[in-house]
């Protein structure tokens, strides 16, 4: 008689360093999603445009997109999955975004459900406050940005308005969009 495999769901907590208040999400992964498709479910969950490099980091060794023309000492991602650096609750990893911002990310694992109630569907679970745009200089240029927008006074308000194409409310965030963009993976 063969055993069938059991399937884990991982609960994941993402969040951005340096950011006060935290801006981070909760979401389940399958715990063998590959680390390309983790980074997919990132960028949904975040609200990044997945226009920059990424790299994942786990102790001191790096997985990332292999670039001939840019070698980095990153291993390649493509058949790295989640549960090969992460298998017990707390355990974390790091992921960068955006070489240039250097957008740094903690991923935790909270919580691993293991049967029936597993899920093999990404979902985001909770979160808060908006994603920085995309390059506003990172965490520091977000303030910097985020001061300008807010004040009409400042020199460059209506210039930082301008760029960012109108207003942003940093305290918003939309699960039931970014869940409804997560159905759409493959």
Not at 154 to 160: I, S
Not at 167 to 182: A, G, K, Q, S, Y
């Amino acid at each position: 008689m063969l055993k069938e495999k059991t399937t884990s769901t991982y609960q994941l907590k993402i969040t951005l360093r340096g950011s006060k208040p935290p801006v981070w999400r909760r979401f389940i992964v399958p715990d063998s999603i590959t680390l390309p498709k983790l980074h997919q479910v990132i960028q949904i969950v975040m609200g990044w445009t997945d226009t920059h490099l990424h790299e994942f980091i786990a102790g001191s060794v790096s997985y990332g997109v292999p670039d001939p023309e840019w070698p980095s000492g990153s291993r390649n991602e493509a058949r790295v999955k989640v549960n090969q650096l992460l298998n017990k609750e707390k355990e974390k990893f790091f992921y960068l975004y955006d070489f240039g911002d250097g957008w740094q990310h903690v991923i935790k694992l909270e919580k691993i459900v293991i049967g029936d109630k597993a899920s093999s569907k990404p979902k985001c679970l909770a979160g808060k406050r908006a994603c920085p745009p995309e390059d506003c200089g990172g965490i520091y240029g977000y303030y910097q940005f985020l001061e300008a927008i807010k004040d009409p006074d400042h020199p460059k308000h209506e210039n930082m308005i301008k760029w960012l194409g109108g207003d942003i409310n940093p305290d918003f965030f939309d699960i039931d969009e970014v869940n409804e963009t997560l159905s759409s993976l493959k």
